[in-house]
């Protein structure tokens, strides 16, 4: 059923403007101090949890040592080179993290993890803000997900425990437009049923985690829990509710974080990482929370906070020093879990609660400009590890992020040592002796057979979480009966065909984004892209262009010096030699569909979609008529659109003292120059109309100039 959007005067809009936002409850959220902590007093750990801390680091303890010895062994034939030892070193970082893996799903899959589900409690009195931070989003989409969420909470009686609450930093003119119109569209929808409440900063300080934390300033002693989502989240009511009550239960909870599953994905890419997700990610994730406890991690969305504890130990203060260590925390999400923890709070994770959705970016071009972000990020995380206080398991979260990035040039740097010593070899063993007296030349030696058992060895214990995954999907009826179980190994071999090809690019392209962050250059706040419209090959080729000429060479030098290593590391020059034609690929809708239409990298969701995705796709339709095409010049045009837009908008705040409002006033100065509403337009930026749309005087100063349409009709 289609949604009508009623009209408002301009005095009706004015009577509503302060009915945007509810009236402020503040929390006060000081930033936190990394010198010093008050010593707290946690709750003991269960002993299942000490089996998977055992089982985790342990396990991989042994298996580094082991694969390092037998590596040790393999060029210790004579004596060791200063390039081999590197190699031993560098191999054996490698390893530990391909090792934490293995062990960490071994113990998901033999631990056993707690089942929220059944867990009730009272929640009368209690209120959660369903928190949606935005930043140049789709408002349709944004705003569908919401729809769908708060009329299926309201449908089961809980509309008046939560309330939707959607924080815009969002920096576009049209995508502003396209918000307010969507979020009065949502006011309307759910009116009766479920508050909505839409607030859009002016000064994106600290990006998304500032734009929390003004929240919590401005309005958190108004909730009990705020739920915090992300642009794509989507959640069942009965998970929203569940969560809610296991918060409710337990005082000591901080936060609890659900397992996202991926869905909606309709390129290569997208799919073959919700596939990914849903057969290999349950086993992942129940290892991770099996041995952290209540020392558990925060992924930033889709997770349930106690927002009294968030307001007096999650403030995060900004760091000095120099780049990319200074600044505002861009991955802040893992350091709030540490501070929360760190305060006495636990932090908990459920895999076990289904019902909890996001999406993957589309394509390899999206990840990596994303992944620019979240680099930088966790490289910054260097300077919070030695903030005292922090639990040892939370500081672990911290370091493999920053090992998620950093493991990358230390692959690219392994490959090269071996290169070098293949050419070493090759000249050694051709005319160069050493001039000391020696009855043998002194070059790299190593043991062939020995090494052939080592990689065997490693590429098993690489694949431990996905035998382990497929494993558990075949003997899960969820997961076994919609997808089948040929159709589901088959996948799961087209799964791991294209990650052998993908990560050789994304060594290289971490690489240069590690490379970028030690040289001091930031990532910016760019838009993430969530559906996939295609990019030039002039601009794929710009971006891989070096990630072929690498392969390209590579795979020359070891044609001519060492064949054998040539065939070891055909799969890494393989994909990096083809990466402008992979990067393409991963966008593709048509090869997508094709194997879907196979019954390929399929999930449960799309075999029997859930009654919340239905509504979900019925209401982007609803709001899309809305928003599609909305701009400026037809504000201006339909006065009902534009007092709808003041209905949502807040007063600015007053500049200070010798900072006047040059955007504004620049705005006042090109309307009054200006001949026509189409003329001053086209002479503002971006920030001029922003500055038009705050201050209702201002616009009305537009409005009095001569309309397109008056032009038209005196033409």
Not at 307 to 335: C, E, M, N, R, Y
Not at 402 to 424: C, D, K, R
Not at 569 to 593: C, E, Q
Not at 612 to 619: F, G, L
């Amino acid at each position: 059923m289609a949604l009508q959007m009623e009209p408002l005067t301009v005095d009706e809009a004015n009577k509503e403007s302060q009915g945007a936002i509810p009236t402020e409850c503040p929390l006060h959220m000081p930033p936190q101090d990394f010198s010093q902590h008050k010593k707290v007093k946690y709750a003991a750990q269960s002993w299942s949890t000490w089996l998977a801390r055992l089982i985790t680091f342990g396990g991989a303890s042994a298996l580094t040592i082991f694969a390092t010895y037998q590596m040790i062994l393999i060029v210790s034939q004579v004596d060791v080179t200063f390039l081999q030892w590197l190699m031993v070193g560098f191999f054996a970082l490698t390893f530990v993290w391909i090792a934490l893996a293995a062990c960490g799903a071994i113990a998901g899959f033999i631990c056993p993890i707690k089942d929220y589900s059944k867990i009730d409690s009272d929640l009368s009195g209690k209120k959660t803000a369903l928190l949606m931070p935005i930043y140049n989003e789709d408002a349709a989409q944004t705003c569908a997900a919401l729809l769908s969420m708060g009329k299926a909470l309201a449908a089961q009686g809980f509309g008046e425990q939560f309330e939707i609450f959607i924080i815009s930093d969002s920096n576009k003119p049209d995508v502003w437009l396209k918000e307010t119109a969507a979020v009065k569209k949502l006011q309307q929808a759910l009116q009766g049923q479920m508050q909505v409440w839409y607030r859009r900063r002016f000064d994106n300080k600290a990006k998304k985690a500032g734009n929390v934390h003004e929240f919590v300033s401005r309005w958190g002693g108004r909730y009990d829990y705020m739920l915090v989502l992300d642009a794509d989240s989507l959640l069942c009511a009965n998970t929203l509710v569940q969560l809610m009550k296991e918060m409710a239960a337990d005082e000591r909870s901080g936060i609890i974080q659900t397992l996202p599953c991926l869905y909606r994905g309709d390129t290569l890419f997208a799919r073959l990482q919700q596939f990914a997700g849903t057969i290999y990610g349950p086993i992942v994730a129940n290892g991770i929370t099996a041995w952290q406890g209540d020392d558990g991690n925060y992924w930033g969305h889709n997770a349930i906070i106690r927002v009294s504890a968030f307001s007096q130990a999650a403030g995060l203060p900004t760091l000095g020093g120099q780049k990319p260590f200074s600044g505002d925390i861009l991955s802040h999400d893992f350091v709030e879990a540490a501070l929360i923890r760190r305060a006495g709070w636990s932090v908990r994770m459920v895999p076990l609660l289904k019902g909890s959705w996001e999406e993957s970016p589309p394509s390899l071009s999206d990840v990596a400009i994303r992944d620019r972000r979240w680099a930088q990020g966790n490289i910054q995380h260097l300077a919070v590890l030695s903030a005292k206080g922090l639990r040892w398991p939370n500081r672990f979260h911290m370091l493999t992020g920053i090992m998620g990035y950093m493991a990358s040039p230390i692959w690219f740097a392994l490959i090269m040592i071996g290169i070098v010593m293949a050419i070493q070899i090759h000249y050694i063993n051709v005319e160069y002796f050493s001039d000391e007296m020696s009855l043998f030349p002194h070059w790299p030696v190593f043991d062939s057979e020995r090494m052939v058992q080592l990689f065997v060895f490693t590429m098993g214990i690489l694949l431990v979480p996905k035998i382990l995954g497929i494993t558990r999907a075949i003997f899960t009826p969820s997961l076994r009966r919609p997808l089948g179980i040929i159709r589901l190994i088959l996948g799961a071999c087209v799964e791991i065909i294209f990650s052998v090809l993908y990560a050789p690019i994304f060594m290289l392209i971490h690489s240069k984004h590690i490379l970028d962050i030690f040289r001091g250059r930031d990532s910016g706040w760019s838009t993430q892209q969530r559906q996939y419209n295609g990019l030039p090959w002039a601009q794929l080729f710009g971006q891989h262009i070096w990630h072929t000429l690498i392969g390209l060479v590579m795979t020359a030098v070891l044609y001519y010096y060492s064949p054998p290593l040539l065939l070891w590391l055909a799969p890494t020059l393989v994909g990096l030699v083809f990466s402008i034609p992979l990067s393409a690929l991963s966008g593709s809708k048509w090869l997508a569909k094709f194997l879907r239409f196979c019954g390929l990298l399929s999930i449960p969701e799309e075999v029997d979609v859930p009654e919340i995705m239905h509504k979900r796709d019925e209401y982007v339709d609803d709001f899309s008529k809305v928003t599609h095409e909305l701009s400026f010049e037809q504000l201006l045009q339909q006065q009902p659109l534009w007092a709808s837009h003041f209905s949502m908008t807040q007063v600015p705040p007053a500049p200070k003292r010798g900072y006047p409002p040059i955007d504004k006033i620049s705005a006042e100065y090109k309307i009054a120059d200006a001949q026509s509403q189409l003329e001053a337009l086209n002479w503002m930026t971006d920030k001029e109309k922003l500055a038009l749309l705050s201050h209702h005087d201002s616009f009305t100063s537009l409005l009095k100039l001569k309309s397109v349409n008056d032009m038209s009709s005196v033409a």
